[in-house]
């Protein structure tokens, strides 16, 4: 158990519709990243949060958005969704721009 | 453009003979490298890493080898055990960034 949390575990939709991916990070840890993992390749980064303040960019569409809270947990939002963002998202954690990064158990988004 | 590539989709071994998982970067800014493995349904976790000012970092049955001129690491499990069966990822960050770079992973199977 890395300490990172992330909810639902499933999350199936129609295209169009709009989902929220939840994610709590490691007790202590500042930053927040989002990952997206495609079928058969590698996890591709999104974006990180810094103690709630956007720290770096990836390649994340403008349809998708995220932001981190007080508590700093951290939510990604994906809108006008289509069937290629299927994918499985991971967030994960890290003491602060640290290249150990913790990894939740993601959230596998399927849009039909 | 894969700055990060692992070129065998999958490796099967025998149980107590040596897996050598390969990985090659084109990024020249990389300075520190890790490997993940991930099993069905989990998320990814830290196996090991290695500073690119070092060539060799070991860690019980795991040991990753970086050959900087050639751009080239690679990570050997002596004894292989059937546990050991998972996707291994690559990834490589520059210490002065936050992103990880992932390679597509490989397929570890080990055989009783």
């Known amino acids: 158990d890395s300490g990172v949390t992330q909810t639902p575990k499933h999350l199936i939709t129609a295209t169009g519709q709009r989902v929220t991916l939840r994610c709590s990070p490691r007790?202590?840890?500042?930053?927040v990243y989002w990952y997206q993992q495609s079928l058969d390749q590698g996890l591709q980064f999104l974006i990180q949060?810094?103690?709630?303040?956007?720290?770096a960019k990836g390649n994340i569409l403008e349809r998708f958005s995220a932001q981190q809270f007080p508590d700093l947990h951290s939510e990604l939002n994906l809108s006008s969704l289509e069937l290629g963002d299927s994918a499985l998202y991971f967030c994960?954690?890290?003491?602060?721009?640290?290249?150990?990064?913790?990894f939740g158990p993601g959230t596998r988004l399927t849009v039909l | 453009d894969q700055q990060v590539k692992q070129n065998s989709p999958s490796l099967s071994v025998q149980e107590g003979r040596i897996s050598i998982l390969n990985c090659d970067y084109t990024?020249?800014?990389?300075?520190?490298f890790l490997w993940y493995k991930k099993y069905p349904a989990e998320g990814p976790t830290f196996l090991i890493s290695?500073?690119?000012?070092?060539d060799k970092n070991e860690d019980g049955r795991f040991t990753v080898f970086l050959n900087k001129s050639a751009k080239h690491l690679s990570l050997h499990i002596v004894p292989s055990q059937p546990g050991d069966s998972a996707v291994y990822f690559c990834?490589?960050?520059?210490?002065?960034?936050?992103?990880?770079?992932f390679g597509e992973g490989t397929q570890l199977t080990v055989n009783p």
């Open positions: 949060y810094y103690n709630g303040e956007e720290r």
């Open positions: 990024n020249s800014m990389f300075d520190y």
């Open positions: 007790s202590g840890d500042l930053s």
């Open positions: 990834a490589a960050i520059e210490t002065s960034g936050s992103r990880l770079t």
């Open positions: 994960a954690s890290s003491a602060g721009d640290a290249a150990l990064q913790y």
């Open positions: 290695i500073s690119s000012i070092k």
